[in-house]
């Protein structure tokens, strides 16, 4: 049966059968950008980022981490990566923060553009787990609450990584079979 890719029915979430991509896991390669700043929150997405991908097969030989001073250098870091050929695709990590001297909303507007212009150029997904709260306050309360959410926050991007590099091979499977 010839179907079009509006009328697939992909699965795109996990089951109790498991999770749709366990193959795509097995063999994808993926980087994994975080700022400097606020390293006690960002190192939470990224480590349950990592461990999630472990988790699901991706090896650990195929996850790379880089580091970069603050969120503002990520995206810049994700195109040279995606122009590298070296990753099927690239996670960031980051706390944005309103510091008071500037105005977050604008490092988070350039992040989050930024990584979509490298995702729609390069056509290499880029997630983003960079995260602007509203008021965060380094005081043991706050940093222990977004310590967690980061946690949860990794899994999720982890997540969304595999399901949709799952959803593109199916696609360009598709694709090519109606190609050929």
């Given at each position: 049966?010839?179907?079009?890719?509006?009328?697939?029915?992909?699965?795109?979430?996990?089951?109790?059968?498991?999770?749709?991509?366990?193959?795509?896991?097995?063999?994808?390669?993926?980087?994994?950008?975080?700022?400097?700043?606020?390293?006690?929150?960002?190192?939470?997405?990224?480590?349950?980022?990592?461990?999630?991908?472990?988790?699901?097969?991706?090896?650990?030989?195929?996850?790379?981490?880089?580091?970069?001073?603050?969120?503002?250098?990520?995206?810049?870091?994700?195109?040279?990566?995606?122009?590298?050929?070296?990753?099927?695709?690239?996670?960031?990590?980051?706390?944005?923060?309103?510091?008071?001297?500037?105005?977050?909303?604008?490092?988070?507007?350039?992040v989050i553009d930024g990584l979509m212009r490298v995702q729609m150029d390069s056509e290499v997904p880029v997630f983003s787990a960079v995260l602007t709260p509203r008021d965060f306050h380094e005081h043991g309360d706050h940093v222990e609450f977004f310590r967690q959410h980061f946690v949860k926050k990794g899994a999720e991007v982890?997540?969304?990584?595999?399901?949709?590099?799952?959803?593109?091979?199916?696609?360009?499977?598709?694709?090519?079979?109606?190609?050929?």
């Amino acid at each position: 049966m010839n179907q079009t890719p509006s009328t697939m029915n992909f699965e795109t979430h996990a089951t109790s059968a498991g999770t749709p991509w366990k193959a795509t896991a097995g063999r994808s390669r993926i980087a994994i950008i975080s700022a400097s700043w606020h390293t006690e929150v960002v190192y939470q997405a990224r480590d349950a980022a990592q461990a999630e991908l472990q988790a699901q097969g991706v090896q650990a030989g195929n996850i790379q981490h880089f580091s970069v001073p603050g969120a503002f250098e990520i995206p810049l870091m994700a195109k040279k990566l995606v122009q590298s050929g070296r990753f099927d695709a690239v996670i960031a990590c980051a706390l944005i923060v309103n510091g008071g001297i500037y105005r977050h909303e604008f490092v988070t507007t350039a992040v989050i553009d930024g990584l979509m212009r490298v995702q729609m150029d390069s056509e290499v997904p880029v997630f983003s787990a960079v995260l602007t709260p509203r008021d965060f306050h380094e005081h043991g309360d706050h940093v222990e609450f977004f310590r967690q959410h980061f946690v949860k926050k990794g899994a999720e991007v982890a997540h969304a990584c595999l399901n949709t590099l799952d959803q593109h091979a199916k696609l360009d499977a598709l694709l090519q079979a109606k190609a050929a």
